[in-house]
Antibody
Framework: EVQLVESGGGLVQPGGSLRLSCAAS????????MNWVRQAPGKGLEWVSY????????YYADSVKGRFTISRDNAKNSLYLQMNSLRDEDTAVYYC?????????????WGQGTMVTVSS | QSVLTQPPSVSGAPGQRVTISCTGS?????????VHWYQQLPGTAPKLLIY???NRPSGVPDRFSGSKSGTSASLAISGLQAEDEADYYC?????????FGTGTKVTVL
């Protein structure tokens, strides 16, 4: 079964750090670009970051640039998001999503999400 | 603040047809980027509904259809059913970065 499972969320104080992980299974992880997307409570979807299959290309939303770092380990079938200098407005459910070139780069597989709460 | 604008809500009776618009600009949809649509049922992760403007992944009912013209795109749901009650988001690219629409809540009356 094709699956993405996020972990690493939790409660952190403003200014703190957290590292999210996304474990992939059921497909050749190293062949796909990946993304992080977040959703604040009661709000819409916000794209956060993109990483190409070989990690050669990385993009960030302006709202997280300089604070978040996306990375991947193809040998471990895993995607990561290192989040530093966290702010209240980073509170959200964080989803990892697979980008499929066969479907015009749509996000065809999503994880169940992991909740990050930034609060003192 | 998203660069893709959707109506906050639309509603319809069972069996009716509803449409959701996704309005962009010359730097995103109008630049030729594809539009994708996602359905998010309450308490669940988004699910791909339409890709490449008008294509349905396997398993998505043909009641759902998408189109794109100029700087806008639309999602149509015909024969509305109770299980279609959900949030719907469009997605495209702006200067090579992914962007989501503001989201639309569909209510089945």
């Amino acid at each position: 079964e094709v699956q993405l499972v996020e972990s690493g969320g939790g409660l952190v104080q403003p200014g703190g750090s957290l590292r999210l992980s996304c474990a992939a299974s059921g497909f050749t992880f190293s062949s796909y670009s990946m993304n992080w997307v977040r959703q604040a409570p009661g709000k819409g979807l916000e794209w956060v970051s993109y990483i190409s299959s070989s990690s050669s290309t990385i993009y960030y939303a302006d709202s997280v640039k300089g604070r978040f770092t996306i990375s991947r380990d193809n040998a471990k079938n895993s995607l990561y998001l290192q989040m530093n200098s966290l702010r209240d407005e980073d509170t959200a459910v964080y989803y990892c999503a697979r980008e499929d070139t066969a479907r015009d780069d749509a996000f065809d597989i999503w994880g169940q999400g992991t909740m990050v709460t930034v609060s003192s | 603040q998203s660069v893709l604008t959707q109506p906050p809500s639309v509603s319809g009776a069972p069996g009716q047809r509803v449409t959701i618009s996704c309005t962009g600009s010359s730097s995103n949809i109008g630049a030729g980027y594809d539009v994708h649509w996602y359905q998010q049922l309450p308490g669940t992760a988004p699910k791909l509904l339409i890709y490449g403007n008008s294509n349905r992944p396997s398993g998505v009912p043909d009641r759902f259809s998408g189109s794109k013209s100029g700087t806008s795109a639309s999602l149509a749901i015909s024969g509305l059913q109770a299980e279609d009650e959900a949030d719907y988001y469009c997605q495209s690219y702006d200067s090579s970065l992914s962007v989501f629409g503001t989201g639309t809540k569909v209510t089945v009356l």
